[in-house]
């Protein structure tokens, strides 16, 4: 009995000790990416302006767009670090009726006139409306990300299929790679 006390012990005070370090870890990761947020717009915006503002050479102007396209994907990068710690965090606990229909159905008009240019046929199988509960902003987000990535990793002349069946959410395509 005194070794499964000290057992048991043991096992609480290493969970503790996780669990303390997995907070931390994530509060890390959100007051980094929230400090990110600044500098990587300042540093946005100069290389903007200087593309628009000065007199370049060829040269010039492309190594600026290389890092103006870093600073995007890096900018991409701290917004969804953000985005992950907001949700372990518990920020998005509003749950309000969203229709998701309604979400894909606004969202597939902006991707379909974006990638008209590799002509994409799109087959979409929906309900009139789906009503989730959740928070809107993440509705919108899911939805943003999944339809990007289809579009995106389709090839030319590629099939995108969206569907609810069954209360389930289907994004697919068709491409070289899983």
């Known amino acids: 009995v005194v070794e499964f ?23 890390f990761i959100g007051n980094a990416s929230h400090e990110l947020q600044t500098p990587l717009a300042v540093l946005g915006n100069r290389i903007e302006w200087m593309m628009d503002n000065t007199t370049l050479t060829e040269e010039q102007f492309a190594e600026l767009s290389k890092m103006r396209q870093s600073i995007h994907r890096l900018t991409r990068l701290n917004r969804t670090l953000l985005l992950l710690s907001k949700i372990d965090s518990g920020h998005f606990l509003d749950r309000t009726d969203v229709d998701i229909v309604a979400i894909i159905e606004n969202e597939l008009e902006v991707y379909k006139e974006i990638f008209a240019g590799k002509e994409i046929v799109c087959n979409v199988r929906l309900p009139k409306s789906h009503v989730v509960s959740m928070d809107e902003m993440l509705a919108t987000t899911m939805v943003t990300n999944l339809l990007k990535n289809a579009f995106v990793h389709s090839p030319g002349g590629g099939v995108v299929e969206v569907a609810i069946s069954r209360g389930l959410l289907s994004v697919s395509n068709r491409g070289d790679e899983a």
């Open 5 to 27: 006390k000290k057992l048991t012990r043991a096992a609480r005070e290493t969970i503790e000790r996780a669990e303390n370090h997995l907070e931390r870890q994530k509060q």
